[in-house]
C-alpha cells in the first residue's frame, strides 16, 4: 500500500510507464524475466502501479508465510520480520525481498534433501533478483555424497560454457544483454566513488554478526534445527563480509541483504531454549528491535524515503 516512499519507489514506477511502449519479447532480455513480465502484463492490463506492487507483496507474503509457520510462534517471527526484512527491505528492494522469501520457502527442500526442487526455486528467485543464485552455495552444504556434488558442479560448469560458446559464436542477443548487464551490475557495486554510499550496511551486518554469536553460544540448542548448517554457514559469510564492507560497502550492502533472515531464525528460535529465558524473552527482543528500527528511522541518511509513511489506503 506504500505511496511514494522506499527508495526505489521511482525508479520502477519509471519503469512501469515504460511499459507502455514495450512488447511482451523485451522481458526476456533481462535476467529478471519474471519480475519484468509481471510489471509488463500489470501494465497492458491497466492494473496500475499501486496494484502491482500489491501482487508482488502478496508474492513475497505467499513463501514468507509458508516458512515462518514452521516456528514455534510464528507470529512473534513474523513481528521480528517488520524491522528486519519487510520495511527495511521489502519497501526499499522489493525484487530481493521477494528473491529471499522464496529461497526461506525453498529451506524445506534443503533440508530434505530434495535437491532438484531446491536448485528450482534458487533459480526462480534468481529470475525476480540475479543476486539470489548466491543460495546456490548451500546445496555444497548439505550434500554428503560427493559424487553427487561432482556431478552437479560439473554440469553447472559446462551450461556456462554453453553459455559463452552460444554468445560468441552464434551472437545470440539475450545472452550478450544477460552477460553485459551482469559485467555493469558488478561494475557499479565495485565502484568506490559511487555518489551515494549507503550507510545501512553496517547496522545489518552488526545484527547478523551478533545473531551469529548467539547461535555458537547455545550451538548446542541449534544444532537440533535442521537448518543449524545453513545458518551456520550465514554467519561465516557474515565474517568475512567485516573487511568487504570497508573496501567495497556498496557492494556488501547489496550482497548482505540475501543474508539478513539469519536474525530471523536466531532470534526466532532462541526464545525456547531454557538457559537465560529472562534475557532471550518475546519481551525483551522485541524491545531491542523496537529501538534498533527507531535508531535506523532516526539516523539514516535516507529516512526521507521512508518517512512520513504514506499509504494509499489512508490518502
Do not use: C
Amino acid at each position: 500500500s506504500r505511496y511514494y516512499i522506499g527508495g526505489d519507489y521511482f525508479g520502477y514506477a519509471n519503469l512501469y510507464k515504460k511499459m507502455d511502449n514495450i512488447n511482451f519479447d523485451n522481458p526476456y532480455s533481462q535476467f529478471e524475466f519474471l519480475y519484468y513480465t509481471i510489471i509488463l502484463v500489470a501494465n497492458k492490463l491497466g492494473l496500475g502501479y499501486f496494484l502491482t506492487n500489491f501482487i508482488f507483496f502478496l508474492i513475497l507474503l505467499f513463501f514468507l508465510e509458508k516458512y515462518l509457520k514452521k516456528y514455534p510462534n510464528p507470529f512473534f517471527v513474523l513481528l521480528i520480520s517488520i524491522p528486519i526484512l519487510l520495511i527495511p527491505i521489502s519497501i526499499n528492494f522489493m525484487r530481493q525481498a521477494i528473491a529471499i522469501s522464496i529461497f526461506l520457502f525453498s529451506i524445506n527442500y534443503l533440508i530434505k534433501k530434495d535437491y532438484i526442487k531446491y536448485i528450482f526455486y534458487i533459480f526462480v528467485a534468481s529470475f525476480f533478483h540475479k543476486f539470489a543464485l548466491i543460495y546456490l552455495v548451500f546445496y555444497f552444504v548439505y550434500e554428503k555424497n560427493y559424487k553427487n556434488m561432482l556431478v552437479y558442479f560439473a554440469s553447472f560448469l559446462l551450461i556456462i560454457f554453453l553459455l559463452f560458446i552460444l554468445i560468441y559464436f552464434l551472437q545470440i542477443p539475450i545472452f550478450s544483454v544477460w552477460i553485459t548487464k551482469i559485467i555493469w551490475t558488478l561494475n557499479t557495486y565495485l565502484d568506490q566513488t559511487y555518489p551515494i554510499m549507503p550507510k545501512g550496511v553496517y547496522f545489518r551486518l552488526a545484527l547478523m554478526v551478533l545473531s551469529f554469536f548467539i547461535l555458537i553460544y547455545f550451538k548446542d540448542f541449534f544444532k537440533l534445527k535442521e537448518e543449524y548448517k545453513l545458518w551456520f554457514t550465514v554467519g561465516i559469510i557474515s565474517i568475512f563480509l567485516i573487511p568487504l564492507s570497508v573496501f567495497y560497502p556498496f557492494a556488501t550492502s547489496r550482497l548482505i541483504i540475501f543474508f539478513v533472515p539469519i536474525t530471523i531464525f536466531v532470534l526466532g528460535h532462541v526464545i525456547s531454549q531454557n538457559r537465560f529465558n529472562k534475557i532471550f524473552n518475546i519481551n525483551l527482543i522485541s524491545l531491542f528491535l523496537l529501538i534498533y528500527f527507531l535508531v535506523w528511522i532516526n539516523f539514516s541518511p535516507f529516512k526521507s524515503f521512508f518517512t512520513p509513511y504514506e499509504s494509499i489506503f489512508f490518502l
